[in-house]
T-cell receptor, first 114, second 118 residues
Framework: DAGVTQSPTHLIKTRGQQVTLRCSPK?????VSWYQQALGQGPQFIFQ???????QRGNFPDRFSGHQFPNYSSELNVNALLLGDSALYLCASSPTGTGNTEAFFGQGTRLTVV | AQKVTQAQTEISVVEKEDVTLDCVYE???????LFWYKQPPSGELVFLIR????DEQNEISGRYSWNFQKSTSSFNFTITASQVVDSAVYFCALSEAEDAGNNRKLIWGLGTSLAVNP
């Protein structure tokens, strides 16, 4: 059984461009959360999706948006990229209502904005 | 507001030494969860433990043990007889209990980088 898979693993974009990151949750998991982890920092919560809706959102600007598909997979979109958006983007999946007991993380997408 | 503090930025030990990673948290909630994750150089966060705020029993899993003390808002992690493979960044995290069935976001500390030298 595959765990959480994210694509791509690495990405280089130019300032001002747009990027889409993808996440496939672990089988049986219906909740997907996205986190941004800058170098040397702890992860910061971006948002969470459940039933194709954004249920919670962290302190991130509207340039960060997402989507969840009927098969529970999810996308994170970032518009008008800034140099400060360079980070490791982590996707976590879990079954809803479990208090993150079974939250599994993907290996992340390392985004570099130049 | 919720907050997690990991005061130790980096720790370096020699193999077979015991090492304790500190975690102090702040929350106004009465029900919450505390977590420890391991992040090896590959980047993936590996779940180690979740502790419910109502359960203050210490837990031991092999060489790993956790000491949860609500009186001091601490949730410390000890590795006994450390090994080179334990080298990684360790994160402590906090979340509220589920809200209407939704899992709440995780609030993370800055992490402690552990280097175990042979």
């Amino acid at each position: 059984d595959a765990g959480v898979t994210q694509s791509p693993t690495h990405l280089i974009k130019t300032r001002g461009q747009q990027v889409t990151l993808r996440c496939s949750p672990k089988s049986g998991h219906d909740t997907v959360s996205w986190y941004q982890q800058a170098l040397g920092q702890g992860p910061q919560f971006i948002f969470q999706y459940y039933e194709e809706e954004e249920r919670q959102r962290g302190n991130f600007p509207d340039r960060f948006s997402g989507h969840q598909f009927p098969n529970y997979s999810s996308e994170l979109n970032v518009n008008a990229l800034l140099l400060g958006d360079s980070a490791l983007y982590l996707c976590a999946s879990s079954p809803t209502g479990t208090g993150n007991t079974e939250a599994f993380f993907g290996q992340g997408t390392r985004l570099t904005v130049v | 507001a919720q907050k997690v503090t990991q005061a130790q930025t980096e720790i370096s030990v020699v193999e077979k030494e015991d090492v304790t990673l500190d975690c102090v948290y702040e929350t106004r909630d009465t029900t919450y969860y505390l977590f420890w994750y391991k992040q090896p150089p590959s980047g993936e966060l590996v779940f180690l433990i979740r502790r419910n705020s109502f359960d203050e029993q210490n837990e031991i899993s092999g060489r790993y043990s956790w000491n949860f003390q609500k009186s001091t808002s601490s949730f410390n992690f000890t590795i006994t007889a450390s090994q080179v493979v334990d080298s990684a960044v360790y994160f402590c995290a906090l979340s509220e209990a589920e809200d209407a069935g939704n899992n709440r976001k995780l609030i993370w500390g800055l992490g402690t980088s552990l280097a175990v030298n042979p």
